[in-house]
């Protein structure tokens, strides 16, 4: 769950560099989240407005890891477009953000790696 707040704490920083860690971690908070209020919203309205207001709020700071994820890998953020791609695009974009990141410093900053761990 720290992982998750790190990110959100980092609510727009499109700077830097993301561990796979911290990626798959807010990916994996984030999934789990909205599966629940998509759930709930079947039961109540008030759910689906929710979810709406959940889905607007993480937009960005998906967006933002993602592109740190992609900087990590040594690619430039302009990659995630590639997922616009239908199938293809998509599975494109999660081996890059699957991959390790590049060992020591990159254009983007300093290895994450050898950052403190969130506590």
Not at 9 to 28: C, D, I, P, Q, V
Not at 33 to 57: E, G, H, R
Not at 101 to 110: L, M
Request: positive net charge; charged residues 10%; proline residues 5%.
């Amino acid at each position: 769950m720290n992982w998750y707040v790190a990110v959100l704490k980092n609510y727009a920083g499109f700077s830097g560099r993301a561990h796979r860690t911290e990626y798959w971690m807010f990916f994996l908070v984030n999934f789990v989240i909205s599966v629940v209020l998509n759930i709930l919203s079947t039961w109540a309205k008030v759910f689906s407005f929710i979810d709406l207001i959940y889905a607007l709020a993480v937009l960005i700071p998906s967006i933002a890891v993602g592109v740190r994820r992609l900087h990590d890998t040594g690619r430039t953020g302009w990659w995630t477009l590639i997922g616009l791609i239908p199938i293809i695009g998509t599975i494109i974009l999660i081996v890059f953000l699957a991959t390790d990141g590049q060992p020591g410093d990159n254009e983007y900053g300093p290895n994450p790696k050898h950052a403190p761990a969130v506590a």
